[in-house]
């Protein structure tokens, strides 16, 4: 029996990203690679499940509440990727499901669409993964650092699609003003915010 760690299911809103606002259940993984000094996600707690209680605990749940999107997040849903190949096969095919990942650990799957928000080895992840058509990237500013890196990665691979800029939480109205700076700069991009923070959502 193939087993998950699972740190919490819920329904909600997407808060941030291409989606912003969309209804949808979340299936939030434990464990991460990384250890982002502004993370804003505990993943502290788990429990063990079966893909096949996880898969009925979500059906059930996006029945009930009339959900379409189903959104696999972390910590590092990537570090599972076996376990949620298997998930995706016990789940209705009119499920839209969507991967929330930092894109260090590559592997596609055509039957997902990906968010992508890059932390380390931008350039790399960027390579990876830009040339597919159901990928989105959504990257946090800190600094000007930051805009120069995904203005100097977009004009490398000549990338036209959308990119998301989102500043971090906590310096959210100063990077938004650095954002609106560089608006000369800057080509297709559009401004991602943590709405659910904003409104007290998860």
Request: glycine fraction near 4%; include cysteine.
């Amino acid at each position: 029996m193939i087993k998950i760690k699972v740190s919490e299911i819920f329904t909600s809103f997407q808060g941030e990203g291409p989606y912003v606002g969309t209804p949808a259940t979340f299936l939030r993984l434990y464990g991460c690679n990384l250890n982002c000094e502004w993370c804003d996600t505990d993943i502290s707690t788990y429990e063990i499940l079966s893909v096949d209680e996880v898969a009925e605990i979500l059906i059930t749940q996006m029945e009930f509440n009339n959900i379409q999107t189903l959104i696999i997040t972390g910590g590092e849903p990537t570090l599972q990727m076996e376990e949620i190949k298997r998930l995706i096969k016990e789940l209705p095919d009119d499920i839209k499901i969507q991967l929330e990942t930092n894109g260090s650990i590559f592997e596609y799957l055509p039957e997902m669409e990906y968010v992508i928000s890059p932390k380390v080895d931008k350039e790399k992840v960027f390579e990876n993964y830009y040339k597919y058509e159901n990928v989105f990237f959504k990257f946090v500013i800190c600094s000007q650092e930051d805009i120069d890196e995904v203005i100097e990665l977009r004009n490398k691979d000549c990338y036209d699609k959308t990119i998301w800029l989102q500043g971090e939480f906590s310096r959210d109205n100063e990077m938004a003003d650095l954002i609106r700076e560089n608006f000369p700069r800057l080509e297709n991009v559009k401004l991602s915010v943590q709405t659910h923070k904003y409104l007290n959502q998860r």
